[in-house]
């Protein structure tokens, strides 16, 4: 079954001190499930890694690896956001 994840579980998977193991438990899924991500996502996951990189909290070399297995997961990311009414209609169920 497909599911969404947002930057903060990416991350988790690919930095260490990010991780636990609700984030563990969805990398698992990950492997065998389509997983979704909202359309910023791309550019909150690059920021993060740049962050990282630039805080020595991520070895800049290691981010060439993230990004190739990134690649490997096939994440598919979401056409365009929902309207605000589709939000809130969301929100009250």
Known sequence: MAFVCDNSVV????IA???SAYT????????????HVPLIWRAEF????LTFSHNRRLPP???????????????VDDPAP????????????
Request: aromatic content about 4%; hydrophobic content about 50%; glycine content about 2%.
């Open 11 to 14: 991350v988790a998977w690919f």
């Open 46 to 49: 690059a920021a993060t890694l």
């Open 24 to 35: 563990d438990k969805l990398l698992d899924r990950a492997i065998v499930e389509n997983v």
């Open 82 to 93: 929902p309207s605000v009414r589709t939000l809130v209609d969301l929100g009250r169920r």
């Open 61 to 75: 070399a290691r981010v060439p690896m993230i990004l190739d297995e990134l690649d490997q997961l096939e994440l």
């Open 17 to 19: 001190s990010q991780a």
